[in-house]
């Protein structure tokens, strides 16, 4: 007997160890997790044990590197050649960002189901159909031809393996305890993905499919009249006017077929995220100084670790701060002694889809041109734990991936059936250059040099330069199309459906030192229709981008802080708008009590999106459960079965205020007839009950940061490692875009003049280190709109009691 409890002892404690050191399903390998030896213990960082002094002797460096630490753990890099400057970045973000770069690289490339098993095989399918890795490639091999680029490349992944390599397992970020996995060796290709993947989030969306369904369905007059292809109200980026310093191309004409073919039904399915950004700039004549200054706020998902990463590099012949993303080298967002540059996304019309023809069910040919073309299978093998491999045959024609070629729910309601994609992410282009140059430039024509090579995604980079130049180019690759291509499913048999070239770079939208002493952008239309090529039909709504231009205009000897106070607004010009009318729709007199309250509240209110206001919290709700109800009928999917999608906020806004008697006012779905009246009073109360019952009865607690309740995840949404319900007002479709889970990700000013200025914040810390004391310790700052001075030094000697640590790194 007592060798027989011996010996289930002994399995039992065999079974138990094991069980504790491997992971199961979405469960940790706790024992592994909590052992102290190498668990989740060793990744705390006591306050103060950060080294102020400390040599690093590192295999791979040419010559020393001096390392300046700030009070913030911003690395200051001091390099004597361009290898050693990017080696070291590639060390130090490695250092604080691994677990983040190397997270995000796998849901780039379609490699999450190798980490936590089949949950996320479908989101591994997708990225792959959509072609990420196949763009990144693409670029990769341009970026690796080029002697400068290839070099920053190199130089960062062989940093980044330098610091990988100095791990043992008890020194792994604690994310790959969790997860139980090992961080991979880097190359350059990762960095390729990253950008492909900020190409995804701020241009891998299109409407073609929503608005093919809706011309099928309604005809091209409706189509017309709700989706037109230029906004009652619209203050674009480049002034209507500004005049053209080239001779444009002519557009291609447009196929005779097109008109019939609107008229087609096309497949159902379609998204469309509101990620935003602002960026300005004043000229010396609006500054106290007399010289630019220049402000950048992207507004991106809030996360932690934050998606951006402060540094700066200086090595002959460059010295820059900024910002950049984990993984990313150079700096993306900044400035150096000279100029300052920023960026918002264009939201110009890049991915477009093809309806095409095969010549059977083995999908093998299509029809084009006159001819039965080859379809190309890519085979994509995908690793998932815990199983085995499976294996997802891809198709490419000539325009790019066929992202769904079966019967199947698409990961994104917006991905039609057997369709193919052109978009530009999949182009060869060199952006990295593009930044290496931005980071070394001092002059306007060095700033539009460095545009040049740029391709994807599209952004808005705005310029200001010491010698008191500013501008803004709407910039990147942009199709050469006749107007409205792209904006409905294009006939994938004819080749006049095809892109037919770019429009020279030269010739992107553009304006430098307008008279009106400022530039601006906020994702709104680029240009007026005075421009000679089409570039889309839908952006962004007007008011942020309005807003941010009369403040400027009013503008007089402006500081760094008149543009941070601006990146801050919180009035929200279409509630500025839209609530006297919704007020007058109501008769108070015929309201209960609750509704009534809730009317005067709104009466009173100033339309400032501020925390501790109850005006937004009823407005978004009144106005927004009004919108649901003019359109739910008409468009939405459940009364039509069919994937489309509503107007506008522009078309939206002018039925409300001028079109009483239109016919999409009436519920179709009920026997009474609909009044703009009746629906206003039934959305009031609508707002007036959902609010009652999450908070009570009218009263403090419906304050906006309640409601709105912004968060800051983890970025693999780890419960415990966020930042939740923060008090801070803003929202979408304000300057201050701070929405529940959206906001500025990094909020930058910049002053030019004799000796550079600068102030920022992001929503995070440098460190990815959840114990680090660095992790979250600038979003207290950032909640309060306030900014940080950016500590700029000009040489790796130079005194400041804000740096206190010093660190060599030397050659092995």
């Not at 989101?123 to 990420?132: A, N, P, S």
């Not at 530009?424 to 700033?447: G, K, M, P, W």
């Not at 180019?473 to 994938?492: A, S, T, V, Y």
Request: proline share 8%; net charge neutral.
């Amino acid at each position: 007997m007592k060798w027989i409890k011996a010996i289930l002892a002994t399995a039992l404690t065999l079974t138990l160890t094991w069980v504790l050191n491997t992971k199961q399903g979405d469960i940790p390998p706790f024992g592994k997790f909590l052992t102290p030896f190498r668990g989740f213990w060793r990744n705390a960082e006591p306050t103060g044990a950060f080294p102020t002094s400390r040599t690093l002797t590192i295999a791979g460096l040419q010559q020393p590197v001096q390392v300046r630490f700030d009070d913030k753990h911003v690395p200051h890099i001091f390099a004597q050649n361009d290898h050693d400057l990017y080696f070291a970045q590639g060390y130090l973000t490695a250092q604080d960002r691994l677990w983040q770069m190397d997270f995000v690289t796998h849901v780039a490339a379609g490699r999450l189901s190798e980490i936590v098993g089949p949950a996320r095989l479908e989101t591994d399918r997708f990225f792959r159909r959509m072609g990420l890795k196949f763009g990144a490639e693409k670029s990769l091999a341009a970026m690796l031809a080029n002697p400068t680029t290839r070099t920053v490349l190199t130089s960062y992944s062989a940093g980044v393996n330098a610091y990988i390599q100095s791990l043992a397992p008890k020194d792994y970020p604690f994310e790959y305890k969790l997860l139980d996995y090992a961080p991979e060796p880097w190359e350059p290709l990762k960095c390729s993905l990253l950008l492909k993947y900020m190409a995804f989030d701020l241009s891998g969306r299109s409407d073609d499919l929503r608005l093919s369904n809706a011309l099928g369905k309604y005809g091209a007059a409706v189509v017309k009249d709700l989706f037109p292809d230029y906004p009652q109200r619209e203050d674009p980026i480049v002034p209507i006017g500004t005049p053209l310093d080239f001779r444009p191309l002519p557009a291609p004409p447009t196929p005779a077929s097109f008109e019939a073919a609107m008229s087609d039904k096309v497949p159902a399915r379609e998204p469309d995220p509101e990620l935003g950004s602002n960026n300005f700039a004043v000229d010396g004549r609006k500054s106290a100084s007399g010289f630019p200054i220049l402000a950048n706020d992207p507004h991106l998902q809030l996360n932690l670790p934050s998606i951006w990463y402060q540094v700066q590099l200086s090595a002959p012949g460059v010295n820059v701060y900024g910002v950049t993303i984990p993984g990313s080298p150079l700096v993306i967002i900044g400035f150096n002694e000279q100029v300052a540059w920023g960026v918002t996304n264009v939201a110009a019309d890049v991915m477009d889809w093809y309806q095409l023809k095969f010549r059977d069910a083995t999908q093998r040919e299509y029809w084009h041109d006159g001819r039965w073309k080859p379809v190309r299978r890519v085979v994509e093998r995908l690793v998932v734990r815990g199983q085995p491999d499976r294996y997802d045959t891809v198709l490419y024609t000539h325009h790019g991936p066929i992202v769904y070629d079966q019967d199947e729910k698409p990961f994104t309601a917006q991905t039609p059936i057997r369709h193919a994609m052109r978009w530009t992410a999949h182009d060869a282009a060199n952006e990295v250059l593009a930044f290496y140059n931005l980071n070394r430039a001092h002059t306007y024509q060095d700033y539009t040099t460095a545009l040049a090579s740029y391709g994807s995604p599209a952004q808005n980079f705005i310029f200001a330069s010491q010698q008191n130049d500013i501008a803004i180019w709407p910039n990147g690759r942009f199709p050469l199309k006749w107007r409205n291509q792209g904006k409905f499913i294009l006939d994938g048999t004819d080749p006049a459906y095809d892109w037919q070239g770019w429009i020279p770079q030269a010739q992107n939208p553009h304006v430098k030192n307008p008279a009106r002493g400022f530039v601006s952008s906020a994702n709104q239309f680029s240009t007026g229709p005075d421009y000679p090529y089409y570039l889309n039909w839908n952006y962004a709504s007007y008011e942020r981008g309005h807003r941010i231009n009369e403040r400027l205009a009013r503008m007089t000897k402006a500081t760094p802080d008149s543009l941070r106070v601006l990146q801050n607004d919180n009035l929200n010009l279409n509630a500025q708008l839209m609530l006297p009318r919704l007020l007058a729709l109501v008769q108070p007199q015929q309201l209960a009590a609750a509704p009534r309250r809730a009317y005067d509240e709104l009466s009173r209110w100033d339309y400032f999106y501020t925390a501790d206001a109850i005006g937004p919290s009823l407005f978004e709700l009144w106005y927004g459960d009004l919108v649901k109800r003019l359109w739910e009928d008409d468009f939405g999917q459940k009364a039509t079965g069919l994937e489309m999608r509503s107007p506008a906020r522009d078309r939206t806004n002018t039925l409300i205020l001028r079109e009483p008697t239109s016919r999409w006012i009436d519920d179709r779905r009920t026997p009474a007839k609909e009044t703009l009246e009746t629906l206003a009073r039934q959305s009031l109360q609508f707002a007036t009950d959902s609010l009652t019952r999450k908070f009570g009865p009218l009263g403090t607690d419906w304050r906006w940061a309640n409601q709105k309740s912004t968060d800051i995840l983890h970025l693999a949404q780890l419960p415990g490692f966020g930042r939740l319900d923060l008090n801070v007002g803003g929202g979408a479709g304000i300057v201050n875009a701070t929405s529940e889970r959206n906001g500025p990700s990094w909020r930058m000013v910049v002053a030019l003049g004799p000796q550079v200025k600068a102030y920022g914040v992001y929503p995070g810390g440098q460190s990815g280190n959840p114990g680090s004391a660095y992790y979250e310790n600038l979003v207290d700052t950032w909640s309060q709109g306030q900014l940080n001075e950016l500590i700029f030094l000009r040489s790796a000697t130079e005194k400041n009691p804000r740096v206190p640590a010093a660190w060599t790194l030397q050659q092995q």
